[in-house]
């Protein structure tokens, strides 16, 4: 005859020993960065799980590092600006990547708040992207926007204040950052990913796990063509609004930067010819123009009313490097500057660092002011041109990709 | 409270457990079955307090209707209208929260007007209680009930582990448990509705819930445009997979968690996709709704119109067999299923999705009387067919399903024609590339290439192709549980194909028994089930 077993007791027993298990082994591991309690080399640093939920990581990471310069802005800033790039002035290391992909400019001024409630930086180095800046004529926005779930974890709310939920969100991630199976397998994946880093300490995430795979199994071109053809369907008509939440957003970012005494550079990020060509299908190239024209506007009249200085840079025109060519469908050859069409390469960061730090001269940003923004524009509209007539190839394939989709008004 | 939260599982029902534990020492049926009734309605009021009005009303008026219905004193006629009267309310309370919103865009749809309807937030499992409380006044005013008191009545509709989502039960399975309640506390009660509870966690978030990560996706697409042949094929499979598994879990908790109190509730789940035709499937799929609808809709029905066959017979003195076999079975199961599929949901979709599992009933019914005529050796044609019937089957409720789940006709007609490859088939590109010599043969056969993501057609399929196979291969719970009677009403016979499953040394580990290792291999899935229910969303990289 079978011996009675407390059969419920060893259930509840296995299940606790599971739960402990997994709760030291992702303490230990951390796929997400957000607990820091151990470093082992080739075992615990790629941080898998971090590089699919830079949002939650960064907030974390934010409150632990005590950083001279920030970087803000979206996934363009978060694989393409090095925080320890040689290009970046020693005086102003250690800096601290906080762009996060996906984030409108008033999430970029939460995390700024968030970052700088702790320790403020004395540099803000911001990317300010025309896609964020767009926005729906039909669904007029309220500012500040309505509380999104992210700024749960933010030490402080839109006004300042202390955040009193956050010890609650803090308990939930902490918990779900130990006791999960995603985060155990989030654990797997990190030590398996032995040094392939998928988030760095400095918060810079990797362009070539995120898109290595792809442009090496479809090709730069294939790459290039799925990035345009989303573009194409997604939100159609969508224009540049004054009194968007994302001028408002920026107007807050600079008071802020202003009040703290940080020293804000403002960059509008060098994206590849062929985005430029499908602005100029989707109507949009106007617009472009006129948001250039509004931000300069919008920063000189915040210069003029506080007595500072906050350079505004031009890197999204055409010039000899947004207008590399693209490979052929069936060439495997492998861009310099891009991964594809938004997304440019650590090497291209640091070129624009460079640009704004050395002021090198290279001809690939442009200060912008109230004095040169118009010249600048019709300059501009001179090198689309001469695109245009000395890329009759790489505007052939471009328009291969588009007239396949039907997108776009003509 | 979802039995899927911590809420549920880390506090109320250890808590009732335990207290009801205690409560059962004093050895007062009074005492345990209040407190189930006292626990079964906090656990309906945490989701809506407002609602705990609502269904406490709907208890009283029906045990009070109930109460003169079985009376014998009250005249037949009274009975009648009294009876008319409780099924009216029942069904006009359903309406109103339920069809209030269906009814005025038909309206509107019929007359073209635009009358406006404000939503109603539809109290939890309404379908559930009102059905279970209509059964039960028929039955009191047909004499098959016995007289309960109150709180008695309360525990029968309102049990916390059937309220949510059935099993919908009889009174007369239900109230003999109840009278001895205060004596089913019992080690085994309480080891076999843990398993039981377990195994349908783990259905439940990480089979259901993990297919549903590809599933989910190809929905929404398909509201913004055409989706493709084989995303068309994962959402149809996915869909019917997740629902399985969600259901199957649903049901396996619901049984585990009464199990705790010492009672057993009806089979409600029995491995349909292993049914080789549908009206095998309708005998395993949601069983006590196919026992109510057979009960309350589908034979009255049909023997009204058998009835009306047999005198017009006598009349005529001639009739075939097919006018027959339309208005005494084929009307009345495409009735039943269409209030099957109105059951199931306040939309046209549900009530296509309803008529199609009633045109394939009926075309199993005709196939079986036309049989005899074609072969004469059963066993042969079982051998024969039962692999045909097995893929109809599954092809019939994928497709079917695909109106459950879309959001409207439209949505679902354009995903059932690029089922069918309709829309022509193509891959995506990124699995196209990977496909060597085999690329040209496809392109030359016309299968074209899309830019759809690849890995969630490889990861989809991977999936569907697995859960498939547990559902098709393995004994389900029951079956594993069967030593201890797990549900009422399940016999090993049912499952002959299982029973020969069992007859091997290796395949036999899988009968459950209360010793170390089924604990130790219960407590890690509960911890495993326990860290699935948080998650961290993944980031998906927006690109602009």
């Known amino acids: 005859m079978q011996r009675e077993v407390n059969y419920t007791g060893w259930v509840i027993s296995a299940c606790l020993i599971v739960l402990l298990a997994s709760g030291i082994f992702n303490l230990i591991i951390d796929p997400y960065n957000i607990i820091q309690i151990v470093t082992l ?33 979206s996934s363009k800033f978060d694989i393409g600006i090095d925080p320890d790039s040689l290009y970046l002035p020693e005086s102003n290391k250690p800096a601290f990547n906080f762009a996060v992909p996906g984030s409108s400019v008033y999430d970029q001024y939460r995390y700024l708040q968030h970052a700088g409630s702790k320790a403020k930086p004395n540099y803000l180095v911001m990317e300010i992207g025309f896609g964020a800046f767009l926005t729906s004529p039909d669904k007029p926005e309220n500012y500040p926007p309505s509380t999104h779930g992210f700024e749960d974890r933010l030490l402080v709310n839109y006004d300042g204040s202390m955040n009193n939920d956050r010890l609650l969100q803090q308990l939930k991630d902490y918990s779900a950052a130990l006791l999960s199976n995603t985060a155990t397998y989030d654990s797997f994946r990190t030590m398996l990913a032995g040094k392939s880093v998928w988030l760095d300490k400095s918060g810079l995430s990797s362009g070539w796990l995120r898109f290595g795979s792809e442009v090496r199994n479809k090709g730069y071109f294939s790459v290039f063509r799925d990035t345009l053809r989303k573009q194409m369907t997604a939100n159609p008509g969508k224009i540049i609004d004054n009194e968007s939440p994302a001028f408002k957003a920026l107007d807050d970012i600079m008071q802020y930067s202003k009040d703290n005494n940080i020293n804000l550079v403002l960059v509008m990020p060098p994206y590849h010819a062929y985005q430029y060509e499908l602005w100029t299908a989707m109507n949009l190239w106007e617009e472009l123009e ?5 931000i300069v506007d919008r920063v000189s009249s915040f210069e003029s009313s506080m007595s500072i ?25 492998a861009m310099k500057w891009y991964w594809e069409p938004l997304h440019f390469k650590r090497s291209l960061g640091d070129v624009i660092l460079k640009e704004i730090y050395s002021q090198s001269g290279a001809g690939v940003g442009v200060r912008l002011s109230p004095d040169n923004i118009a010249q600048h524009l019709k300059r501009v509209r001179q090198l689309k041109e001469k695109y245009k007539n000395e890329n009759t190839d790489q505007l052939l394939l471009f328009k291969e990709i588009l007239g396949a989709y039907h997108c776009c008004p003509s | 409270m979802l039995f899927n939260s911590y809420e549920f599982i880390l506090v109320f029902l250890p808590f009732t457990v335990v207290v009801f534990t205690l409560l059962s020492r004093l050895d007062s049926r009074r005492h345990s079955l209040g407190f189930l009734a006292f626990v079964s309605l906090f656990f309906y009021g945490w989701w809506n307090p407002s609602y ?20 014998e004193q009250t005249k037949k006629h009274w009975k009648t209208l009294l009876l008319i009267l409780g099924v009216a309310l029942n069904l006009g309370l359903l309406s109103y ?21 404000t939503n109603i937030i539809l109290p939890l499992a309404i379908s559930f209680f009102t059905f279970q409380q209509i059964t039960y006044l028929i039955d009191s005013a047909a004499n098959r009930v016995k007289h309960s008191d109150f709180v008695e009545y309360i525990v029968f509709v309102a049990f916390f582990p059937q309220l949510i989502a059935g099993p919908i039960v009889h009174h007369k399975e239900m109230m003999p448990q109840f009278r001895t309640i205060e004596l089913n506390v019992s080690k085994e009660n309480l080891q076999v509705g843990l398993t039981l509870f377990i195994i349908g966690l783990l259905k439940k978030v990480i089979l259901a819930d993990s297919i549903s990560d590809y599933v989910a996706p190809i929905y929404d697409d398909a509201a913004d445009g055409t989706v493709t042949f084989f995303q068309a094929w994962i959402a149809g499979v996915g869909f019917t997979l997740q629902i399985y598994f969600d259901f199957a879990g649903y049901s396996d908790m619901a049984l585990g968690a009464a199990r ?8 409600n789940f029995n491995s349909p ?9 309708w005998s395993r799929w949601h069983i006590t709704l196919t026992r109510f609808l057979t009960d309350y809709i589908f034979t009255p029905l049909s023997i009204k119109a058998t009835r009306k066959t047999i005198l017009r017979k006598e009349k005529q003195s001639s009739s075939t067999n097919s006018a027959g076999f339309i208005t005494c079975l084929a009307i009345p199961t495409l009735v039943t299923m269409f209030l099957s599929g109105l059951w199931h949901g306040a939309g046209y979709q549900f009530l296509v999705w309803g008529l199609l599992h009633g045109l394939f009933l009926v075309t199993n019914h005709g196939w079986r009387m036309m049989l005899p005529y074609f072969i004469s050796d059963k066993k042969k044609y079982e051998r024969l067919f039962r692999p045909v019937g097995l893929i109809t089957t599954l092809v019939s409720v994928f497709s079917a399903m695909i109106f459950f789940r879309a959001d409207n006709l439209t949505i679902a007609t354009g995903m059932i024609a690029s089922m069918f490859g309709l829309n022509g088939i193509t891959i995506p590109e990124g699995v196209f590339v990977h496909l060597g010599p085999f690329a040209d043969l496809l392109l030359n056969i016309g299968v074209g290439t899309d830019y759809t993501a690849g890995s969630q057609l490889t990861y989809g399929t991977l999936y569907c192709i697995a859960l498939l196979l547990l559902a098709i291969i393995l004994p389900n719970s029951l079956d594993m549980m069967r030593n201890y009677n797990p549900a009422l009403n ?12 069992f007859n091997n040394k290796l395949t036999s580990l899988l009968i459950w028994r209360p010793g170390r290792v089924w604990a130790v291999i219960c407590g890690a899935g509960f911890a495993v089930g326990l860290m699935s229910l948080q998650k961290l969303s993944v980031f998906l990289y927006w690109q602009f």
Not at chain 2, 101 to 115: E, K, P, R, T
Request: without cysteine.
């Open chain 2, 52 to 71: 705990l009005i609502l269904i406490s009303i709907s208890l009283v008026v029906n045990y009070a209707l109930g109460v003169f219905l079985q009376s």
């Open chain 1, 290 to 294: 006129n948001w250039k024209q509004l």
């Open chain 2, 97 to 117: 929260y339920k069809y209030g919103g269906f009814i005025v865009q038909i309206v509107n749809d019929i007359g073209n007007n635009n009358i406006q309807w």
């Open chain 1, 41 to 73: 080399p080739g075992i615990n640093t790629s941080k898998a799980g971090a590089g699919d939920r830079i949002a939650f990581a960064k907030t974390y990471m934010a409150n632990k590092i005590v950083a001279k310069t920030m970087i803000v802005g």
């Open chain 2, 490 to 501: 399940y016999s090993l016979k049912r499952n002959e194909r299982d029973e020969l499953f």
């Open chain 2, 273 to 281: 996709l292993k049914a080789s035709n549908i009206i095998d499937f």
């Open chain 1, 309 to 333: 200085s906050v350079p505004v840079w031009d890197f999204a025109y055409y010039n000899n490097i947004t207008t590399e060519n693209v490979p052929l469908p069936s060439d495997k050859t």
């Open chain 2, 260 to 267: 705790m109190f010492g009672i057993v509730l009806p089979m």
